[in-house]
Nanobody, 123 residues
Framework: QVQLVESGGGLVQAGGSLRLSCAASGQSFSTYTMGWFRRAPGKEREFVAGISWSGGTTYYAGSVKGRFTISRDNAKNTQYLQMSSLKPEDTAVYYC????????????????WGQGTQVTVSS
C-alpha cells in the first residue's frame, strides 16, 4: 500500500482559490490511479476528481468540473487539486486516495487514504 498525507487546506472566501497537495510514500506511486474525495458535514464521502497513473486522463464530478483541476507529479510522488471559484458548498474535509482500479470514482475501490484536510469556504 501507499501512505498518503494531504496539506493545503484552510479558510477562504467564496470566489477564492486553494491548492491541495497529497504526498505519497511507500509502494510505487506512479502505478496508482489517484483521486480526491470530500465529506461535508452530515453527508456521505463523495468523489471529486481522479487522475490516471500517467496523468493523461482526468475525470471530475459534475459539481466541480470547470472549477477544479487535478494533476500529479510522479517524480515528486505528489498529486494536487487546484480549486478555483470556490463556493460555500465546497466546504468539506478533502481526502486523497489511491487505487489500482482504472478510472474509478467509487469510494470502495480506493484502498489507501490520507487523513484529510479541512477546506472551509465563507460566504
Amino acid at each position: 500500500q501507499v501512505q498518503l498525507v494531504e496539506s493545503g487546506g484552510g479558510l477562504v472566501q467564496a470566489g477564492g482559490s486553494l491548492r491541495l497537495s497529497c504526498a505519497a510514500s511507500g509502494q510505487s506511486f506512479s502505478t496508482y490511479t489517484m483521486g480526491w474525495f470530500r465529506r461535508a458535514p452530515g453527508k456521505e464521502r463523495e468523489f471529486v476528481a481522479g487522475i490516471s497513473w500517467s496523468g493523461g486522463t482526468t475525470y471530475y464530478a459534475g459539481s466541480v468540473k470547470g472549477r477544479f483541476t487535478i494533476s500529479r507529479d510522479n517524480a515528486k510522488n505528489t498529486q494536487y487539486l487546484q480549486m478555483s471559484s470556490l463556493k460555500p458548498e465546497d466546504t468539506a474535509v478533502y481526502y486523497c486516495a489511491a487505487t489500482t482500479s482504472r478510472y474509478s470514482d467509487y469510494v470502495g475501490a480506493f484502498g489507501s487514504w490520507g487523513q484529510g484536510t479541512q477546506v472551509t469556504v465563507s460566504s
